[in-house]
C-alpha cells in the first residue's frame, strides 16, 4: 500500500461504501514515527465509517494507536504473547496454506485465520498456493473466521465466498489497481 497525497481521501470514499468491515494498515518500509502519524488519521476514518483498523505485524504499532487489533504472520510475534499486550482486541494470524498452523491458532484462539494465497499477487511474492479444497476442509475444523488472501479481484472472489470464506483481504486490486480507483474498483466487488 502506498500512502499518497490521494490516499485518505480515496479510503473515505471506498469506507463509504459500506463493503469494507476490517482495514489493516500494511507499511512496510515507514518508520515508527510515520506509521503513528498515518495510524492516526486512518483510526479516525474507520471509526467515521465504523471499520475496524488493524495494524499488520506490529503489536506495539497496535497497542500505541489503540485501535481494534493486529494481523500477525508466522514470523511475526507469538500470539499468546500478542495478547498479553493488546488485550482483549482481535488477533489474527496468517496460516498460509496449512492445516497444522490453523490448529494451532484455533488452539491459540485467534479471532481469524488467514489463508492463501489463492491466486498470484502483486502485492507480496507467493510462497504459499492455497486451493478451494484447503477452505474447504478448513471451514470443517473450525468455526474460527476465515480469512481468504491473495490476487483477491473482481473476476475471482465470489468462488471464495461461495466456498465459505468469512471475509476477503483485498488490497492490490482496491489500492493498486493500474485501470480503476480505488472507488470504482470497491463498486465492481457486488
Given at each position: 500500500m502506498k500512502i499518497n497525497k490521494f490516499f485518505y481521501g480515496d479510503l473515505t470514499k471506498v469506507l463509504k461504501?459500506?463493503?469494507?468491515?476490517?482495514?489493516?494498515?500494511?507499511?512496510?518500509n515507514e518508520s515508527f514515527k510515520k506509521k503513528l502519524i498515518i495510524g492516526r488519521k486512518i483510526r479516525k476514518i474507520c471509526k467515521k465509517f465504523n471499520v475496524?483498523?488493524?495494524?499488520?505485524?506490529?503489536?506495539?504499532?497496535?497497542?500505541?494507536?489503540?485501535?481494534?487489533?493486529?494481523?500477525?504472520?508466522?514470523?511475526?510475534?507469538?500470539?499468546l504473547k500478542a495478547r498479553e499486550l493488546i488485550g482483549n482486541k482481535i488477533v489474527g494470524i496468517t496460516c498460509h496454506n496449512s492445516i497444522r498452523l490453523l490448529k494451532v491458532a484455533v488452539k491459540n484462539k485467534a479471532n481469524y485465520i488467514a489463508l492463501g494465497a489463492f491466486n498470484s499477487s502483486k502485492t507480496k511474492s507467493i510462497k504459499h498456493k492455497a486451493s478451494i479444497n484447503l477452505l474447504k476442509k478448513?471451514?470443517?475444523?473450525?468455526?474460527?473466521?476465515?480469512?481468504?488472501?491473495?490476487?483477491?479481484?473482481?473476476?475471482?472472489?465470489?468462488?471464495?465466498?461461495l466456498n465459505k470464506a468469512n471475509f476477503l483481504a483485498i488490497s492490490g486490486y482496491i489500492w493498486n489497481n493500474k485501470k480503476l480507483k480505488p472507488v470504482d474498483a470497491i463498486k465492481k466487488l457486488k
Open positions: 461504501h459500506k463493503k469494507v468491515s476490517f482495514f489493516q494498515l500494511r507499511l512496510k475496524k483498523f488493524l495494524i499488520n505485524d506490529d503489536v506495539f504499532l497496535s497497542k500505541k494507536l489503540n485501535v481494534d487489533g493486529c494481523h500477525l504472520g508466522q514470523k511475526d510475534m507469538n500470539i478448513a471451514r470443517k475444523l473450525t468455526k474460527t473466521p476465515i480469512v481468504a488472501i491473495g490476487g483477491i479481484n473482481a473476476n475471482n472472489y465470489k468462488k471464495l465466498l
